[in-house]
């Protein structure tokens, strides 16, 4: 009010007191058991706080982006989202994001960028917003205004002084000169109080405003991955499949070989996929072909049966002769780096009988009564319990032995061990090689996934197979796409060697390419395995089902058929669009769209100008047909203001799968049928 002293700092010096601005649950704050949120480099990302003063002083915030060291990279204003909670958000990014790979050559300039940031939000006393509303109050009632004049201009020479705005001379000239005007009492008062309220000092102070009392939260530490962290497109192979061909003679399978596997890498890369995921090619031990057709995971809570590793050759750190060896590996890897691919190595620690381990490592297992190493089923389980810091150290070891040939991701599958174990070893392997990817393919419970996330794992394979309905789906969407990836990031697999649900195998081309569409656009991390684009749902001729052939069985494909299917060329177009479209690359940036019909799933992604690196907003539009036997219609609801969309007419959509394009507005009829369109993928013209 008038006559009010600004408000002066008062630092918050212990945690849990307040300054001179109240400021508290700023978010994203610190996840279960302390650990940091994680965001990806140049991943746009919401911070949010409750900003609050004592009645008649309007509060305003900033969010402050600080490198570990606490350099300053970016001031952002927050704006006001809830006003009854007194709830601000702002959008941040921690640096570019970046395509480099780690053995590119500018790859180290990225690298530094890797690792702790900190975020704190400062609040502030409005004064501006405080002087305006008073002297507009007392002008309409009449009041002399003459006191609320001079301390409007006091005000203004504070600004133009105060060091952290920023300003140039001309702008400092302008608000004294703004000032002195103001005390002309030849000017009629309601004059005076305007042109100090014309519409450059309004956009100046939602720049740059006068903050005064300005305190400062402590600040909040989150962890900044490389950006393929929340942007990567994954293809799982068997070279034992990549490379096989039948007898021309006998008609026997010929299992492939790493040489020969090679020869795909230029298909993979004509999809577009990034990371090439390899299942095991270890030395296997002798019970392996009971893994070779496992049942068909048709829920989530089914588990695959582990793929015993270790024989006479070697264990986790060597090649099976039958694929070749470790330099037919390292050139495996280097002409995927050639391509612009990085290889990623299933490594999930289930030992056979035979594994060199067993037997120059005892106390590493259980064992029974008899003194005899027990054996579950056709694997040995290691004990984490009495040999944990042993194991860790090995498969520390064993990684850094891929890590040199060439590996940048590591994929995980079922594993009994505890996610203290996986905790100690990635903190390990990430602090010297901090661009190493790692994803949990594990089948455990909800509450094991989640810790796993907490451990360090980058990526974790969600339920997302079996979420077939809109309502599972919007509810998957929403969740996926949250607070909860600044810990958990969900990947999106249509489908693995070992899981084929029943929509894929019910629903043929038009379902593998709803599937292949929701996963890829959903979320920012998606994969598909070897065989999808040829729409292998095991249907017998006879139309009964039969069941998938699993990771280590060797199937010869003939590629030149996926033209009949099109699932790789709409793979291939999905990769383009996350390519060129920054808006996939972020799991803070989605909104569910209503949609009248059960059948139509409909989502949006944007992200705002300042975000971009290109100057405008990036926003695309998803809608997706799920009936995979007929024509489904419906009306998509866009919130325009949300977006900062035309509100008073239409705008341009162009459709990224087929080249056209539409006008679009608030309410918009959507037609997909299988036979034509399952999707529309609409990106919007600003």
């Known amino acids: 009010m008038v006559g009010s002293a600004p408000a002066t700092a008062i630092a918050a010096k212990e945690p849990g007191r307040f300054g001179r601005v109240a400021i508290y649950d700023v978010t994203p704050g610190t996840g279960a058991n302390g650990v940091a949120p994680r965001v990806a480099l140049g991943e746009p990302f919401a911070v949010g706080a409750t900003v609050t ?14 490198t570990s060291r606490g350099r300053v990279m970016a001031r952002v204003p927050m704006a006001l989202a809830d006003a009854d909670q007194a709830r601000f958000t702002a959008l941040l990014k921690a640096g570019e994001a970046s395509d480099l790979a780690p053995w590119d050559g500018g790859f180290a300039d990225v690298a530094k960028q890797l690792g702790t940031w900190k975020v704190s939000v400062e609040g502030w006393q409005d004064s501006y917003v405080d002087w305006y509303r008073e002297a507009s109050r007392r002008l309409a009632a009449g009041h002399d205004a003459d006191i609320a004049l001079t301390e409007g201009a006091a005000l203004l020479v504070r600004w133009a002084a105060a060091r952290d705005t920023g300003f140039d ?10 000032a002195k005007a103001m005390g002309d009492k030849t000017i009629p008062a309601a004059d005076r109080v305007a042109i100090a309220h014309t519409d450059e000092i309004v956009a100046l102070h939602a720049a740059s405003p006068l903050r005064d009392g300005v305190t400062a939260s402590q600040d909040q530490v989150f962890h900044v991955e490389r950006s393929q962290a929340a942007g990567s497109a994954w293809y799982l192979c068997s070279p034992r499949s990549e490379g096989a061909t039948r007898d021309p003679q006998t008609g026997a399978t010929v299992p492939g070989t790493l040489r020969g596997a090679m020869a795909s890498l230029e298909r993979i890369q004509a999809e577009g996929f ?3 995921a390899l299942l095991p090619v270890f030395p296997l031990g002798a019970q392996e072909e009971t893994t070779a057709s496992p049942a068909a995971l048709s829920t989530p809570t089914d588990r695959p049966a582990p793929i015993a590793v270790g024989n006479e050759h070697g264990g986790f750190d060597a090649i099976d002769p039958q694929l070749g060896t470790m330099d037919d590996f390292k050139a495996y890897c280097t002409r995927a780096h050639e391509l612009g691919m990085e290889v990623a190595l299933d490594l999930t620690l289930a030992c056979a009988p035979t594994n060199p381990w067993v037997a120059e490592h005892p106390s590493w297992f259980p064992h029974r009564v008899d003194g005899t190493v027990a054996v579950d089923g056709t694997v040995v389980p290691l004990d984490f319990d009495n040999a ?17 040939a060439g590996v940048t991701a590591f994929r ?22 901090p661009a190493v990817l790692f994803l949990s393919d594990t089948f455990t419970t909800t509450a094991e996934t989640r810790a796993l996330a907490y451990a360090g794992f980058t990526q974790t394979r969600s339920a997302f197979p079996w979420q077939t309905i809109k309502p599972q789906l919007d509810t998957l969407l929403a969740a ?5 990836a600044y810990w958990q990031r969900d990947a999106f697999w249509p ?3 070992d899981t084929l649900t029943d929509y894929l195998r019910d629903n043929g081309t038009a379902g593998h390419a709803v599937r292949a569409v929701l996963a890829a656009l959903g979320s920012p991390n998606w994969g598909i395995p070897a065989g999808y684009e040829l729409v292998e749902d095991a249907r017998r001729a006879d139309g009964s089902m039969d069941r998938p052939t699993g990771p280590l069985a060797v199937t010869v494909r003939d590629w030149e058929r996926t033209d009949d299917y099109g699932i790789a060329q709409l793979a291939a177009s999905l990769n383009r669009v996350r390519a060129q479209h920054p808006a996939t690359r972020s799991y803070h940036d989605l909104t569910v769209l209503p949609s009248a019909n059960p059948a139509i799933v409909a989502f949006a992604r944007f992200v705002p100008a300042e975000l971009t690196g290109t100057g405008k907003p990036d926003m695309l539009i998803v809608v997706v047909n799920l009936d995979c036997t007929g024509e489904q219609q419906s009306s998509i609801h866009v919130d325009l203001d949300a977006f900062g969309l035309p509100t008073d007419g239409t705008y341009k959509v162009h459709d990224e799968l ?10 918009n009829f959507v037609a997909l049928a299988p036979w034509a369109d399952v999707a529309h993928v609409l990106s919007v013209e600003f």
């Open 53 to 66: 003063m004592e009645p008649g002083r309007t509060a305003g915030a900033t969010a402050v982006l600080k």
């Open 169 to 178: 001379a001309d702008t400092k000239r302008m608000l004294r000169e703004t």
């Open 274 to 276: 990034g990371i090439v």
């Open 388 to 404: 944990l810091d042993e194991i860790e150290r090995e498969t520390e070891r064993v990684m850094e032995h891929w890590i040199e």
């Open 412 to 433: 995980v599958g079922t594993c009994d061990a505890p996610a203290r174990f996986w905790q100690d070893v990635i903190a390990a392997v990430t602090k010297k090689h």
């Open 480 to 484: 996926v796409n949250g607070d909860a």
């Open 495 to 497: 489908a693995t060697p």
């Open 658 to 667: 087929t080249g056209r394009e539409f006008d679009w507005s608030w309410d």
